[in-house]
């Protein structure tokens, strides 16, 4: 399996900027790296997904180095409504049977 | 465009009952998942699907079985439900293109207990 290691949890305040590091050290060729945001009670929903170097959308940015074996979300200026558990998942469809959820980060937002 | 609807959204069941789990997608994905949480937990991925007519086992697929017999629903059966399956559970499909695999779009959730 594609294991993931992440933080427990993390604290932060309002407006600071968030960086919660995954790491998958046994990272296939062909994988993926994708983060989803989890709130109580409701389904992981989509943050970011990247292959190689940097992706950057309109909620995050995503840095993975040269040899994949770790990775990076950037959450910019945090606000309250970030309060919730983060993933990173590691795989693709093709693998998708080699390819597991951590445990998650809790980030907590404090105002 | 409903995305992934559950049904239901909550349950409880006897020890020894059975029950169906169904999963339906409306966005014509190949792929598609179910996947159980319990309290504090990650995802743990139990079967999932590459297209109509396929199933495949993941993590945790012991006490489950699956169908895809049409390519917008995936069912999860549990036939003789015991209390370490009490969880909730979530559905997940996503697709592929030009070789890129897309991210899982997920269902609500059904919240299971067994007592």
């Known amino acids: 399996l594609a294991k993931t290691t992440q933080p427990i949890s993390m604290d932060s305040y309002e407006g600071q900027e968030v960086n919660i590091t995954c790491s998958h050290n046994?990272?296939?060729?062909?994988?993926?790296i994708t983060w989803y945001q989890q709130f109580p009670s409701q389904g992981p929903r989509f943050i970011i997904q990247?292959?190689?170097t940097k992706v950057t959308n309109e909620v995050a940015s995503l840095f993975i180095p040269a040899d994949r074996k770790s990775s990076t979300l950037s959450l910019p200026r945090v606000s309250l409504s970030d309060t919730a558990v983060y993933y990173c998942l590691v795989g693709g469809n093709t693998n998708a049977g080699k390819s597991t959820f951590g445990d998650g980060t809790t980030l907590t937002v404090k105002p | 465009n409903a995305g992934v609807t559950q049904t239901p959204k909550f349950r409880v069941l006897k020890t020894g009952q059975s029950m169906t789990l169904l999963c339906a997608q409306d966005m014509n994905h190949e792929y598609m998942y179910w996947y159980r949480q319990d309290p504090g937990m990650g995802l743990r991925l139990i079967h999932y699907s590459v297209g109509e007519g396929t199933t495949a086992k993941g993590e945790v697929p012991d006490g489950y079985n699956v169908s895809r017999l049409k390519k917008q629903n995936f069912l999860l059966g549990l036939e003789s439900a015991a209390p370490s399956q009490t969880s909730v559970y979530f559905c997940?499909?996503?697709?592929?293109?030009?070789?890129?695999?897309?991210?899982?779009?997920f269902g609500p959730g059904t919240r299971l207990t067994v007592t």
């Open positions: 046994n990272i296939a060729t062909n994988d993926y």
């Open positions: 997940a499909s996503s697709y592929e293109a030009g070789g890129i695999s897309y991210e899982q779009y």
């Open positions: 990247g292959y190689k």
